[in-house]
């Protein structure tokens, strides 16, 4: 597979992965870190300087206050998410939900992602475009939704969308070039698809980064607050 190249943003842009550990967010950095038009690429975690830890507000804000002396940021990708962690596996029934599991998913899944945008649209360029990009579920689609279950992951990617869409109305009107959307990156082999599909049944992670940084490069501007899957599908709400 070719290396993907973000034609559509200016010569030398700028650019930040969120969730940089995780085996998405990590190929999305080497992606950009080989684009030669990309000036700079930098990814961020609980682990680097500046450190972004989602269950801390104060470091999101922070982190975002100390890399605006350094952009403005063409694109910023948000890869962290979470299916399942010590409260269990996602719920296939009604009777299964519990606070504990729908508050840990959400906070990751939704509340996170949130304050992510709040501090981080603001660093996208203002004349140029800019691309901000935070990864989805396709399970997260209410118009989508056939087989039902895995309650908290679902609803905590709906909500996800519908702060994307929120979002890129108001930042539109500071930022008109920007285009915000939510990602879906299909079957990837990572650790949170590994008890669902085996170690090797997705594809690799590097193959999903690389589709979604070309449907990413290919939106017009008209498109900001969409859903769309790494095939450039745009799927319904």
């Known amino acids: 597979m070719s290396i993907p190249s973000l034609q559509s943003l200016p010569e030398g842009y700028r650019a930040l992965v969120i969730g940089a550990s ?3 967010g990590s190929a999305f950095l080497a992606h950009l870190q080989s684009d030669p038009r990309c000036a700079l690429a930098m990814g961020l975690g609980r682990h680097t300087s500046p450190l972004v830890d989602l269950d801390d507000e104060a470091t999101i804000a922070s982190a975002a206050q100390q890399l605006k002396a350094e952009g403005p940021w063409h694109c910023i990708i948000h890869a962290a998410g979470l299916l399942h962690g010590p409260h269990g596996m996602p719920e296939k029934r009604l009777g299964q939900l519990n606070y504990a599991q729908m508050e840990a998913t959400f906070r990751t899944n939704t509340f996170g992602p949130a304050l992510v ?3 981080f649209a603001p660093l996208l360029p ?3 475009r800019g691309l ?3 990864l989805s579920a396709k399970v997260g689609s209410i118009g989508d939704n056939r ?7 679902r609803a905590s990617k709906a909500a996800l969308n519908m702060l994307v869409k929120t979002a890129s109305i108001e930042v539109a009107r500071t930022h008109p070039l920007a285009v915000l959307v939510a990602l879906h990156p299909g079957t990837v082999n990572s650790a949170l698809s590994a008890p669902f599909n085996g170690a090797e049944i997705g594809r690799p992670a590097v193959d999903a980064a690389a589709d979604m940084l070309r449907v990413l490069d290919g939106l017009p501007v008209e498109e900001t ?3 769309y899957t790494y095939s450039g599908d745009k799927l319904p709400w």
């Open 22 to 24: 995780g085996a998405i």
């Open 117 to 119: 945008l709040a501090h």
């Open 126 to 128: 203002k004349q140029e």
């Open 132 to 134: 901000l990009a935070v």
């Open 147 to 153: 087989l039902g279950g895995w309650y908290s992951y």
């Open 225 to 227: 607050g969409g859903l």
